[in-house]
């Protein structure tokens, strides 16, 4: 039988990969969050209410682009630049992973720290 995976290690490694982290969020197919942390220091721009809410839309939008999967390949990430954060989501098999991080971060490092956590959350 396979191990319980711990999602908020899981989290809490992912925080620790870059100093300009923000927050770490795995989230359900149903887009309930199943672990999440703001990482300490920051402040989070978005209150529990809207974070829930943008969650479910996260897990909504995951639904909606597997209607292009046969056409155009599976996603392998996705990444909004905003003004006061980036956010990215990685989907796995069974859950999606939501992180943020400072906007002002150079594009190759968002690129090896999607891959990195690729690799911490490739059993989820």
């Known amino acids: 039988m396979a191990s319980k995976i711990d999602l908020l290690d899981v989290v809490q490694k992912i925080l620790k990969l ?3 982290m923000r927050f770490a969020a795995i989230i359900d197919p149903k887009g309930n969050i199943r ?3 703001m990482k300490t220091g920051k402040t989070n721009l978005k209150n529990q209410k809207e974070e829930e809410h943008f969650c479910r839309q996260v897990a909504q939008r995951r639904s909606m682009r ?4 046969r056409s155009l390949g599976r996603v392998r990430y996705v990444h909004v630049e905003r003004e006061k954060v980036s956010q990215m989501v990685i989907y796995t098999k069974r859950n999606i ?3 943020t991080m400072e906007p002002e971060m150079p594009i190759n490092t968002k690129i090896r720290l999607i891959t990195k956590i690729k690799k911490i959350t490739a059993n989820l």
Do not use: H, N
């Not at 597997?66 to 999967?69: A, N, P």
């Open 18 to 20: 870059d100093t300009k």
């Open 66 to 69: 597997k209607e292009f999967d």
């Open 35 to 37: 672990e999440a942390i």
């Open 97 to 99: 992973v939501y992180f």
